[in-house]
């Protein structure tokens, strides 16, 4: 069985609180559903952007895959993924951090 599930309204609080503790500050530019909701996470670097994608593994643990690819895109490409994504699932959180080195403030299985 996987990890038990927490309200996403409290797991996005902890992350952005996470986040000013590392020196990666963070906002909502999204608020999703707060029982339920899914998350995307903007990582904005020196190059680009990188939007990180929750989801369930088989067994239902959290993991994150990197919605835009392996590599930073542009502020356009960002928003243009948020939109489609927001389009599927309105009950979605989007998050954003300043993360130079494209790192999450918070740990996951990144896949």
């Known amino acids: 069985m996987g ?3 927490i ?12 986040g000013m503790l590392e020196g990666k500050p963070g906002l ?3 608020k ?4 339920a909701g899914g998350v995307l996470v903007v990582l904005h670097g020196r190059t680009g ?16 895959m990197r919605g835009t690819g ?7 490409a960002t928003d243009a993924y948020v939109k489609k994504q927001v389009s599927y699932d309105p009950d979605l959180w989007v998050i954003e951090f300043d993360a130079a080195d494209y790192v999450p403030p918070f ?3 990144l896949v």
Not at 70 to 76: A, F, K, L, N
């Open 3 to 5: 990890e038990p599930r």
């Open 49 to 64: 952007n990188i939007v990180l994608t929750q989801f369930r593994e088989r067994d239902g643990d959290l993991a994150w």
């Open 107 to 109: 740990e996951g299985k």
């Open 70 to 76: 392996p590599e930073p895109v542009t502020e356009d």
């Open 7 to 18: 309200k996403a309204g409290i797991w996005v609080s902890a992350a952005l609180r996470m």
């Open 32 to 35: 999703g559903d707060p029982d």
């Open 28 to 30: 909502v530019v999204r």
